[in-house]
């Protein structure tokens, strides 16, 4: 059974601080890496891809790879009250389905 | 920028009816997803779609659910028989390619099985 680990939090960081997230993925041949934002209620909206070791920056977000220790993470810099959500790490192990962690609910207090 | 579009966004159906979700994916993609979500549960995979078939579904697909384009633009998921069970949220998503690409969702509609 190919699994997706996160802490399901709650994650409590202060207004413009850096809120760190974390996953672990059980599939060493997974090949594709995702952070999904979800507001209560809504849908899972794509935030970062990553795909080789390393990191990938995108304005205020920076996705972290490390297949040897079959680690992902997301870092969001200057956290604004509309970062308040629920993050989804997904994979994809080269088939077509992506498989889902629980998510980490992410408060960020004013 | 493209979406995916879903509807209706919510309903209310009797266990034992038969139920149809739409979806209308992003126009350029050429790859069909169907996933589920139980309340405070994880996103799961149900089925992929691709050139008028079945690429590939999970132990959840069972015979009770189909998938078909009924045209050029349409995406439908059927469940045939509901369960109280089948309550969830089902998000449609497409993506441009098969393999390692983003798939993107549309706002999904709430299934609610009395």
């Known amino acids: 059974q190919k699994e997706v680990e996160q802490n399901s939090g709650p994650l409590s960081v202060p207004e413009g601080a850096i809120a760190s997230l974390n996953c672990t993925y059980s599939?060493?041949?997974?090949?594709?890496f995702f952070w999904y934002r979800q507001y209560s209620g809504k849908s899972p909206e794509l935030i970062m891809s990553i795909y080789s070791n390393g990191d990938k920056e995108d304005g205020r977000f920076t996705a972290q790879l490390n297949k040897a220790s079959q680690y992902v993470s997301l870092l969001i810099r200057d956290s604004q009250p509309s970062d308040s959500a629920t993050y989804l790490c997904a994979v994809n192990g080269g088939n077509e389905k992506l498989t889902f962690g629980t998510g980490t609910k992410l408060t960020i207090i004013p | 920028e493209p979406e995916v579009t879903q509807t209706p966004s919510h309903q209310v159906t009797q266990m034992g009816q038969e139920v149809i979700l739409r979806c209308v994916p992003i126009s350029n993609h050429l790859y069909f997803y169907w996933y589920r979500q139980i309340l405070g549960q994880k996103v799961e995979f149900l089925v992929s779609f691709y050139n008028n078939e079945i690429s590939e579904k999970s132990e959840i697909f069972d015979d009770q659910f189909s998938v078909e384009r009924p045209d050029g633009s349409n995406f439908t998921l059927k469940i045939r028989s509901t369960k109280l069970e089948d309550s969830a949220m089902y998000f449609c998503?497409?993506?441009?390619?098969?393999?390692?690409?983003?798939?993107?969702f549309g706002d999904g509609t709430r299934l609610s099985i009395l």
């Open positions: 599939d060493r041949g997974s090949q594709s």
């Open positions: 998503a497409s993506s441009e390619s098969r393999y390692n690409q983003p798939q993107h």
